[in-house]
């Protein structure tokens, strides 16, 4: 079995899951103004799901264009590294926009 594409979906979703889960808290949470009988308060995160999906994006070309064979192990680290990067990133330019 080989682990390599198990690591690259592996991280895909798992940062999903916490992209998600961030954007979710924050924009029903301690940012925001509460308003009555609404779900997501503040749509300005959606942004972060935004730039997280584009980092995904990139990240599953690259690895879709190459034989996973030929792909070695410091490539998917990077990569991974340079998605879970995308949350934070997201969030530093969703909150400029929060008032």
Same mark, same amino acid.
């Not at 594409?5 to 889960?21: K, R, Y």
């Not at 308003?35 to 990240?59: H, K, M, N």
């Not at 998917?76 to 990067?85: E, N, Q």
């Given at each position: 079995?080989?682990? !390599?594409?198990?690591?690259?979906?592996?991280?895909?979703?798992?940062?999903?899951?916490?992209?998600? =889960? *961030?954007?979710?808290?924050?924009?029903?949470?301690?940012?925001? !103004?509460?308003?009555?009988?609404?779900?997501?308060? +503040?749509?300005?995160?959606?942004?972060?799901?935004?730039?997280?999906?584009?980092?995904?994006?990139?990240? =599953?070309?690259?690895?879709?264009?190459? +034989? =996973? +064979?030929?792909?070695?192990?410091?490539? *998917?680290?990077?990569?991974?590294?340079?998605? =879970?990067?995308? *949350?934070?990133?997201?969030?530093?330019?969703?909150?400029?926009?929060?008032?």
């Amino acid at each position: 079995m080989n682990m !390599k594409p198990f690591l690259v979906i592996g991280n895909i979703v798992g940062s999903g899951l916490s992209a998600f =889960w *961030i954007f979710y808290y924050f924009s029903n949470g301690p940012l925001v !103004k509460s308003r009555p009988r609404t779900t997501v308060v +503040e749509p300005d995160f959606f942004l972060l799901l935004l730039i997280w999906g584009a980092g995904a994006y990139f990240v =599953w070309r690259y690895f879709s264009k190459r +034989e =996973w +064979e030929t792909v070695p192990y410091v490539d *998917i680290v990077m990569t991974s590294l340079t998605l =879970w990067l995308t *949350i934070p990133l997201g969030f530093f330019i969703t909150t400029s926009f929060v008032h």
